[in-house]
């Protein structure tokens, strides 16, 4: 009895997700997933302690400097509490594009070797940043009652600020990734842009700095949305949904769809480039 032979052919035109097959592939999303988030602590004095110790160290240099010396409002909270809830977000962001866009070449020899939905490696980054971001969360929640803030109503927003956030750092991360297959300059331009991103992202001051006449515009930064709908949803403070959000969320949304498209039409040079050692 002859066997069976797979014929891989390549595709040709625009493509978006295939969720059928990225269910048959769910297996190795967990694989991937799980082997990041064993390697990112891997031989560490304190293992996942680290997830808390980098927006805690960051919190109080911020408090420091922005807080003390620079006399930076805070929306009447707090200023280590509004500079964590800030961060809190941001660092989830920050490491998942960074880690994203170095993800393919890191994996190249699965990706030249074995036939999968390649866009699942820089997903499994995200999936694993999300751990940190749930352990940097709980102590959100245990600094919250020590100054005397509880959550709201709003809080049944966190879900979509998060899933917002989701978004933006999946849509930039297709679109880095892809790009640093081919041009390994990218991964030099992804420190500066994360410095650059973090000081035009609300994270150590308040949004409402910004005249009112440059918020719509503001918004076209989708982690504007995100850290302004997390300190909404958490802490009570600055404004709830309004024209900057639904911007931020546009923006988020076509970083998403675009960066699939992109990701999915240059994934059939992945091979090629492997080969060329990039541009």
Known sequence: MKGRVLLIRPTRGLRFLDLRELWEYRELIYFLTWRDIKVRYKQTAIGV???????????LVFTLFFGRLARMPSDGIPYPLFAYAGLLPWQLFSRSITESSNSLVVDQRLVTRV??????????VNLAAIVDFLIAGAL??????????????????????????????????FWLSALNM????????????????????????????????????????????????????????????????????LVAVLLFVSGIVWFRARERTFVDAVGSGGR
Do not use: H, K
Request: hydrophobic residues 60%; aromatic residues 14%; neutral net charge.
């Open 49 to 59: 302690a680290w997830a808390v110790v980098q927006p805690l160290s960051m919190m």
């Open 140 to 173: 959100l929640l245990v600094l919250m009652p020590l100054y005397g803030i509880y959550p709201g109503a709003a809080l049944v927003w966190l879900p979509f600020f998060l899933l917002l956030m989701l978004l933006t750092s999946l849509g930039v991360g």
């Open 182 to 249: 081919e041009y390994r300059d990218v991964m030099y331009i992804v420190p500066f842009l994360n410095q650059l991103w973090l000081f035009v992202t609300p994270v150590v001051y308040p949004s409402n700095l910004v005249p009112e006449g440059w918020r719509i515009l503001y918004g076209l930064n989708p982690m504007v949305g995100v850290v302004d709908g997390f300190r909404w949803a958490l802490l009570g403070v600055g404004r709830g949904p309004d024209a900057m959000l639904l911007v931020s969320v």
């Open 115 to 124: 036939y999968f939905p390649r866009i699942i490696v820089p997903m499994a």
